[in-house]
């Protein structure tokens, strides 16, 4: 049997604070994990600040994999605005954490806060 891995993000060095990222498995929306739940919203997302935190929250979204809620949950590294809010460090993971780009004031992503 093939081990289940994903490589995830290819930040070097410390890989926390993180956020979990993931797809929805009906909309294919990009989701966050949050206090209350899966949100669209990136800056609602719950933040690991510890490695407890971290597995806690990898658990969670393996949970929810299972019960076919998103597909792929991942950790992601962030950086945190002068705000608060997380910023993943990986451009690959910072594209779709804000959305379809050719236009950023229409769609999904225009009901949120930029997080610059």
Do not use: C
Not at 40 to 61: F, L, Q, V
Not at 84 to 110: C, E, N, Y
């Amino acid at each position: 049997m093939a081990k289940d891995h994903r490589a995830g993000s290819k930040v070097r060095g410390d890989k926390l604070p993180a956020i979990l990222m993931a797809s929805h498995l009906i909309e294919g929306d990009t989701v966050f994990l949050g206090k209350a739940g899966w949100t669209r919203d990136p800056s609602a997302a719950r933040i690991a600040h510890d490695a407890e935190t971290a597995a806690a929250m990898e658990a969670e979204g393996k949970a929810a994999a299972a019960a076919n809620a998103v597909i792929d949950p991942y950790l992601v590294p962030v950086d945190l605005s002068e705000a608060g809010l997380p910023i993943a460090r990986h451009f690959r993971d910072a594209m779709r954490q804000k959305g379809p780009s050719v236009h950023p004031d229409m769609g999904k992503q225009a009901e949120f806060a930029p997080l610059e």
